[in-house]
């Protein structure tokens, strides 16, 4: 065997335990070790729920999930969930979270979507002051208040309020308009008066708002009516007859605003 054979042999046993050593490495790093995970039990949707309703046994199902895949605020126990009203749509398979639901109290299921410190006002409205039926419950609005003072005038007195419910629907299941008679809008005690004052004025008018646009409306300050600012109270005339036994004439009191007069008339 001469040198350069021996050369050949010799690069080709390093070569093929080179080789053999990147494979090992290679394969290492790309095989997945078995992790062994706890696993745990939380209740998921077996149908869709609207908003607005209240859940019942048939609506849960228990599904066994890896403890790293459950979310936080995951309901575990059917019994944190049954007769809870839904605050948001929920969809059939996803997790149930505490968050999406909340305790039905006395009343209306619409009372318990209000949200603390929050009062539900309804208006009145017509195919124009609603959007053209445009409006869904969850969607937002500025009012714009329009009334006369030398000419028509408008301000915009309330931004960025939450409507409830149109007529007597609080969910937004559906995706078309629909021309409704009354909505009902969330606000606070403040908001509220502001409302009935601007809507005692003058006529009012939804406009709607982009769910993203978070930008921050100027309001108009509703101040006190001009007529009434100038309204005086009208002087009132009033008149006292005494009958004068003594003398025979009569005496006439008489108030002019905060003057008191005596005439003396004879009889």
């Known amino acids: 065997m001469n040198n350069k054979t021996l050369l050949f ?16 490495n290679w394969l ?9 995970s706890t696993t745990g039990t939380v209740i998921t949707m077996a149908t869709e729920v609207p908003l607005g309703a209240i859940l019942q046994r048939k609506h849960l199902s228990l599904t066994t999930l890896p403890e790293s895949l459950i979310p936080k605020g995951a309901v575990l126990d059917l019994a944190e969930a049954e ?13 149930l979270r505490a968050e999406r639901l909340t305790a039905k109290g ?39 208040n329009i009334f006369k ?6 301000d915009i007195v309330l931004s960025n309020v939450k409507i409830l419910a149109i007529d007597q629907r609080a969910s937004n299941d559906e995706n078309k308009p629909v021309l409704v008679r009354a909505v009902t809008l969330e606000l606070s005690l403040d908001q509220a008066e502001i409302l009935m004052i601007a809507k005692s004025r003058g006529s009012l008018q939804l406009a709607l708002r982009n769910p993203n646009d978070k930008a921050v409306i100027e309001l108009a300050e509703l101040e006190e009516d001009e007529d009434s600012k100038n309204r005086e109270v009208a002087p009132q005339l ?11 004439s009569d005496k006439v009191f008489m108030l002019k605003g905060m003057k008191e007069l005596e005439i003396k008339v004879d009889n």
């Open 149 to 154: 003072s030398s000419g028509l005038k408008t």
């Open 83 to 95: 007769g809870k009203v839904v605050k948001q749509k929920l969809y059939a398979g996803e997790v």
């Open 106 to 144: 006395e009343g209306s299921t619409l009372a318990s979507l209000i949200t603390p410190t929050m009062r539900a006002v309804t208006i009145r409205v017509n195919d124009v002051v609603g959007v053209a039926g445009f409006l869904l419950p969850g969607n937002r609005v500025d009012i714009i």
């Open 238 to 248: 009033v008149q006292t007859v005494v009958k004068s036994e003594g003398n025979g």
């Open 9 to 24: 042999v010799v690069l080709s046993l390093v070569f093929g335990v080179t080789a053999v050593y990147l494979a090992q």
């Open 28 to 36: 290492k790093s790309n095989t997945k070790d078995e992790v062994i």
